[in-house]
């Protein structure tokens, strides 16, 4: 089979190389998580960049099951904390624990004129690529 995307490498040492040296406006993108499922109906579209303010329910590990406010969004390390979501120090001190943004579900966006634009421009792509999956069908 011929490569899908020729700019999109297949080489393992040059996808990481390109994960982990993404300028921040891809880091951005990578860090999308899934909506929940009446979100997803709502608005038509199954991810979304993450972002502070939204509201997440952490659906793998050992916090799994736990929401929380999104309290910052730490794309340098691809990870973002959770408002109550933290371990104790030996010394007493309480840190955030980093959570990657696949792992959480969110189940409230926090919605300004930007982002109701991204929504509405994915639900018109899901849209077409429907129709245009209906007519093919036919």
């Known amino acids: 089979m011929a490569k899908v995307r020729a ?11 390109a994960h982990f040296s993404a300028p921040s406006s891809i880091r951005r993108h990578i ?6 499922k009446e979100l997803r109906e709502k608005h038509n579209a199954r991810a979304i960049p993450i972002r ?5 329910l952490i659906t793998r590990g050992s ?3 736990r929401e929380g406010k999104v309290v910052s969004v730490y794309r340098l390390k691809y990870i973002i904390h959770i408002e109550r979501v933290s ?7 309480s840190v ?4 990657h943004p696949s792992k959480v579900i969110i189940t409230k966006l926090k919605l300004d004129k930007d982002r ?5 421009r994915i639900g018109k792509g899901r849209e077409l690529k429907q129709k245009a999956k209906g007519k093919e069908s036919n």
Do not use: F, H, Y
């Open 116 to 120: 109701e634009s991204i929504l509405e």
């Open 87 to 93: 371990r104790e120090k030996s010394n007493g001190q």
């Open 52 to 56: 502070k303010d939204d509201e997440v």
């Open 96 to 99: 955030p624990l980093g959570v």
């Open 31 to 36: 860090m999308s998580s899934p909506l929940s």
């Open 63 to 65: 916090n799994k099951g």
């Open 7 to 17: 700019t999109l490498a297949s080489s393992r040492r040059k996808s990481r190389k």
